[in-house]
């Protein structure tokens, strides 16, 4: 019955062949995600940080709570402009799929963008309300990273029902039933510790360079408090991981694991990635004293961040084998047009780049800043 319910493939065929889409799709889902950490785990992370220090002004974690705001500033905005590429991307491989869900999931899909709103508008207010301190302010910065949290758990749901059209026609009649998938609230919370652990991880970073540079007790106790998060966090990440990769339906779990090196590979090395940087975290107890040790540890999380999303990309692949293996894409590769995207996504990323080194080097203040 459900097969009658994905519609046919575009009839135009690809301009370009499938391995290039997808690995175009791996690398700007991977770029998008930087930023979706820092604005996911970034307000969640500024959201307890302020209710635990009751928006004392002194206490490392409000002045905590107010970087990370001003950093997802401009988190939310780059968060949602790298996030076309991939969907586009996904359009091309997925798209009978990926919208088929979209679809089935009805006003939930729709009321995304209210609630990414809301929770965009809800920073800003935190950010204009903060100083001097008040309860109103805690209210905003809780109430974004709250709607926050809802963009994550719509995606994740987005994401199980696209690659399992078996379970459309029970979406046909109530939408919420993809709730009821067992590996629901582990992909959330998965996504979710790694995107705290990594928005902790980076704020320590930058804490530790200023204290270097002359910056006082305050950073000092903003980048021990922050690699605490991270140590835990990521923690908590390996084991929930290893859980999700059991929870997995048998036929998925079968498939991942004869996938041979080029699926064992990644999910090795991801693995592997984890639990150094997590031995890492647990080795210093002081990172202002180990600047090289945190510096390490970035590029642990990052690399671990790659091959965890070349990893995700090859569950949806097992997931769906069944279906795509029907039919074959036709290709009709336009390489001019290509040649034009690749040259704006190198000035895109450049551009990016030389905004994120100016910000950093001479960060606003007061009303500019918010």
């Known amino acids: 019955m459900f097969p009658d319910l994905i519609p046919a493939p575009d009839a135009a065929p690809m301009p370009g062949p499938a391995w290039l889409f997808t690995f175009l799709l791996?690398?700007?889902?991977?770029?998008?995600?930087?930023?979706?950490?820092?604005?996911?785990?970034?307000?969640?992370?500024?959201?307890?940080?302020?209710?635990?220090?009751?928006?004392?002004?002194?206490?490392?974690r409000?002045?905590?709570?107010?970087?990370?705001?001003?950093?997802?500033?401009?988190?939310?905005s780059l968060a949602i402009t790298t996030g076309v590429a991939p969907l586009l991307f996904i359009q091309v491989i997925y798209g009978q799929y990926f919208?088929?869900?979209?679809?089935?999931?009805?006003?939930?899909?729709?009321?995304?963008?209210?609630?990414?709103?809301?929770?965009?508008y809800a920073l800003y207010l935190y950010k204009f309300r903060s100083t001097p301190p008040t309860?109103?302010?805690?209210?905003?910065?809780?109430?974004?990273?709250?709607?926050?949290?809802?963009?994550?758990?719509?995606?994740?749901?987005?994401?199980?029902?696209?690659?399992?059209?078996?379970?459309w026609p029970a979406a046909l009649d109530n939408p919420w039933s993809i709730l009821a998938d067992p590996t629901f609230l582990p992909r959330l919370a998965h996504f979710v510790l790694a995107a705290v652990g990594f928005s902790a991880l980076v704020v320590c970073w930058w804490a530790v360079r200023k204290v270097?540079?002359?910056?006082?007790?305050?950073?000092?106790?903003?980048?021990?408090?922050?690699?605490?998060?991270?140590?835990?966090?990521?923690?908590?990440?390996?084991?929930?991981?290893?859980l999700l990769l059991l929870l997995l339906p048998d036929d998925v779990l079968e498939r991942l694991m004869k996938g041979g090196a080029a699926v064992h590979l990644p999910l090795t090395l991801g693995i592997l990635l984890g639990l150094g940087l997590l031995v890492l975290l647990a080795r210093a107890a002081d990172p202002v004293a180990r600047p090289g040790l945190v510096n390490g540890a970035v590029l642990l999380m990052l690399g671990s961040m790659v091959f965890m999303t070349v990893t995700r990309h090859q569950v949806r692949v097992r997931y769906l084998v069944e279906f795509t293996?029907?039919?074959?894409?036709?290709?009709?590769?336009?390489?001019?047009?290509?040649?034009?995207?690749?040259?704006?996504?190198?000035?895109?990323?450049?551009t990016v780049a030389w905004m994120v080194r100016r910000v950093l080097a001479s960060p606003a203040?007061?009303?500019?800043?918010?």
Not at 99 to 120: D, K, N, P
């Open 365 to 370: 203040t007061g009303d500019d800043a918010a």
């Open 212 to 242: 270097r540079a002359g910056g006082g007790p305050l950073e000092e106790e903003m980048a021990r408090y922050t690699w605490k998060w991270a140590l835990w966090t990521t923690l908590l990440e390996l084991v929930d991981g290893f």
């Open 26 to 60: 791996v690398f700007t889902f991977f770029l998008h995600l930087i930023f979706v950490n820092l604005t996911l785990g970034g307000t969640l992370l500024a959201a307890l940080a302020r209710l635990f220090s009751g928006g004392r002004e002194g206490d490392p």
């Open 325 to 350: 293996s029907r039919h074959r894409l036709p290709e009709a590769p336009e390489w001019g047009i290509f040649l034009l995207f690749a040259v704006l996504l190198v000035a895109g990323l450049a």
């Open 135 to 167: 309860r109103t302010a805690t209210l905003w910065l809780v109430l974004s990273a709250v709607m926050f949290l809802l963009v994550a758990a719509v995606q994740v749901m987005v994401n199980l029902l696209h690659s399992q059209p078996g379970r």
């Open 62 to 76: 409000t002045a905590l709570a107010s970087r990370l705001a001003a950093i997802n500033g401009y988190g939310v």
């Open 99 to 120: 919208y088929s869900a979209t679809i089935l999931l009805g006003w939930i899909w729709f009321c995304l963008l209210v609630v990414l709103m809301v929770g965009y």
